[in-house]
């Protein structure tokens, strides 16, 4: 797998390669996400907090929204939805992160406005490849 960062390159490539804020209220899955993320050399911003979501989105302007569904006191797809009505942020990609229960619903996770979705419990591989995938689609 020649996309697999190497130790090699860890030591060499300092330089975040982008920014990405990551909404989630689980400590644990918090922790997972940052420590994959921080692996693949990306700059993490977190909150647990989704009412704070928007404004620390607009506040740092990231590459890409990794957000979950299921917030105390907010729905991730409400959130997901007043991004992508909002036109200084509605341009960066989010990754809505769903519960098990959710995968038989893809269709109402994607008309939130998301670019794409994983679902708990989260598939390192094939989450690295999403946001690998959306970042690009973006830079392009
Ligand atoms: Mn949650």
Redesign the pocket.
């Known amino acids: 797998m020649s996309d697999l960062p190497s130790s090699k390159e860890s030591s060499t490539s300092q330089k975040p390669i982008a920014t990405i804020v990551v909404v989630?209220?689980?400590e644990l899955?918090l922790k997972l996400f940052r420590d994959l993320l921080h692996v693949y050399h990306f700059n993490v911003i977190d909150t647990k907090d989704g009412q704070l979501a928007i404004s620390l989105i607009k506040e740092t302007m990231p590459d890409m929204i990794i957000m979950?569904?299921?917030?105390?006191g907010i729905s991730?797809l409400d959130i997901i939805r007043a991004i992508k009505q909002d036109e200084s942020i509605k341009h960066i990609p989010v990754i809505a992160?769903t519960?098990f229960a959710m995968k038989n619903d893809p269709e109402n996770i994607m008309a939130s406005g998301c670019e794409a979705y994983v679902s708990k419990p989260i598939s390192i591989m094939s989450f690295i490849d999403t946001v690998n995938q959306f970042l690009k689609n973006h830079h392009k």
């Open positions: 989630e209220d689980n899955n979950d569904i299921q917030l105390r991730g992160v519960a």
